[in-house]
């Protein structure tokens, strides 16, 4: 059984920082993608980011130059500059890959960001 944790999620002022991080919990024989998404109340979840396990990342343009994604194994971050109000929402990841038993494809619980003066 495969698990995904998100956390690192919080308030900052406009132009602040943040870190989230992401892990994949279980027996995991690889990962192919490891991915963030946001969501507000009453709106679609959004994709931000993507890495593959080959290092290709992938960044929605409302982000590209503020936010990078990293992998490192099984812990995916993405570090959030130049935040901005817009930026608020619940931060999901998403991880695909394999186990011994087949494929997986799995969401964390989410990680609230709020940016607010």
């Known amino acids: 059984q495969v698990q995904v944790e998100e956390s690192g999620g919080g308030l900052a002022q406009p132009g602040g920082s943040l870190r989230l991080r992401c892990l994949a919990l279980?027996?995991?024989?690889?990962?192919?993608?490891m991915s963030w998404y946001r969501q507000v109340p009453g709106n679609r979840r959004q994709f931000v980011a993507s890495?593959?396990?080959?290092?290709d990342t992938y960044y929605d343009e409302s982000i590209k130059g503020r936010f990078t994604i990293v992998m490192y194994d099984d812990t995916v971050y993405l570090q959030m500059n130049s935040l901005e109000p817009e930026d608020t929402a619940m931060y999901y990841c998403?991880?695909?890959?394999?186990?011994?038993?087949?494929?997986?494809?799995?969401w964390g619980q989410g990680t609230q960001v709020t940016v607010s003066p």
């Open positions: 890495i593959t396990r080959g290092g």
């Open positions: 998403n991880v695909d890959g394999r186990t011994s038993g087949g494929a997986f494809d799995r």
């Open positions: 279980g027996t995991i024989f690889s990962i192919n993608r």
